[in-house]
């Protein structure tokens, strides 16, 4: 069973320039979440699809933008980038909660896409 | 702000040496806590999560959940070298995972 698939692995941007991250959940996952870690500050909460909806968003800019599609692969967008954006970005599969709120808890991390902005 | 508090360490302990990792959450509406371990340069993985007030237990890992406090912590028991990591603490604030808070992670390091 292929795990979570993060593309690309690695990338080095300029100020100001866009990025375009994805993410692959695990088959039959229909939960993406994004986070940014830092070595300041940690894991911190993007936003979460669910059926190519955003179910919650955590405080970021509006310049982080994301979206699922049909096969619930999930793509994140960091407009006008800027030096503090540099971190590594991780996305998680979960098979996610159902209409009647049937918790599943396992999430399941990608390897991680590496941004460094110069 | 919601927050999950961890001390950075790092925790040093010796081998086969019970260790103690210790998470207090500030949003009493959470409800589902979480424990990761992440190694040096890759993903975080999931060791346990737990719901209820009590002790949860899987193998050499205890969690430890007292909602009153708003605590949480790890125990793990025969403390192995390979369990060097960082051991991240989460919550969520609905049954699962749409929002989690994550803590700063706690460092261990175990002594052989």
Request: net charge positive; proline share 4%; aromatic share 12%.
């Amino acid at each position: 069973k292929a795990g979570v698939t993060q593309t690309p692995r690695y990338l080095i941007k300029t100020r100001g320039q866009q990025v375009t991250l994805s993410c692959s959940p695990i088959s039959g996952h229909r939960s993406v979440s994004w986070y940014q870690q830092t070595p300041g500050q940690g894991l911190q909460f993007l936003f979460e699809y669910f059926s190519e909806t955003q179910r919650n968003k955590g405080n970021f800019p509006g310049r982080f933008s994301g979206r699922q599609f049909s096969n619930s692969r999930s793509e994140m967008n960091v407009s006008t980038l800027e030096l503090g954006d540099s971190a590594l970005y991780l996305c998680a599969s979960n098979l996610g909660t159902d209409n009647q709120g049937t918790l599943n808890t396992e999430a399941f991390f990608g390897q991680g896409t590496r941004l460094t902005v110069v | 702000q919601k927050e999950v508090e961890q001390n950075s360490g790092p925790l040093s302990v010796p081998e086969g040496a019970i260790a103690s990792l210790n998470c207090t959450y500030s949003d009493r509406g959470s409800q589902s806590f979480f424990w990761y371990r992440q190694y040096s340069g890759k993903s975080p993985e999931l060791i346990m999560f737990i719901y209820s007030n009590g002790d949860k237990e899987d193998g050499r890992f205890t969690a430890q959940l007292n909602k009153a406090s708003q605590y949480v912590s790890l125990l793990i028991r025969d403390s192995q070298p390979s369990d060097s990591a960082t051991y991240l603490c989460a919550a969520s604030d609905s049954g699962g995972y749409q929002k989690v808070t994550f803590g700063i992670g706690t460092k261990l390091q175990v002594i052989p």
